[in-house]
């Protein structure tokens, strides 16, 4: 009987395996490892034949072919996670970018209401010292 592991992700697969090892006809069928316990049933690499050399050979073909699926699946699941980075970090460009045009318009308003209110400080300045003007005028006649 095969008996199978959960690998996560993140760790890599080796797998090791020789044509010349094989020291009878028949090893155990567990001396074969299911090492892609991540894989789907249906592409899971079968058995070899111990007495077929092309057997062996797609077998071991399979198991690259399998560990390459793995690298892949890692890589894709990487650059995932890359672009939710990304989108996140448009996101808050993108946020700022707003934040930063509210801030210039509030600024230009009050850019705006400060040049009103000096404007208006100075009229005021200029009205308040034509009335102690007209104020000393009648103290003076009086």
Do not use: W
């Amino acid at each position: 009987m095969i008996s199978t592991a959960r690998v996560p992700a993140d760790k890599p697969v080796r797998i090791a395996f020789s044509l010349n090892d094989a020291s009878d006809d028949t090893p155990p069928e567990d001396s074969i490892p299911l090492v892609f316990p991540e894989l789907d049933q249906q592409l899971q690499p079968l058995p070899p034949c111990h007495d077929s050399e092309e057997s062996m050979q797609v077998f071991k073909q399979h198991c690259q072919i399998a560990e390459e699926y793995h690298e892949v699946k890692k890589e894709i699941a990487l650059l995932e996670e890359r672009k939710k980075e990304l989108i996140a970090k448009l996101d808050q460009a993108e946020k700022e970018k707003v934040d930063a045009a509210q801030l210039v318009r509030e600024f230009e308003a009050l850019t705006e209401e400060n040049r009103t209110l000096k404007l208006a400080q100075a009229q005021c300045v200029e009205q308040l010292e034509k009335l102690r003007i007209q104020y000393q005028k009648r103290q003076g006649s009086s």
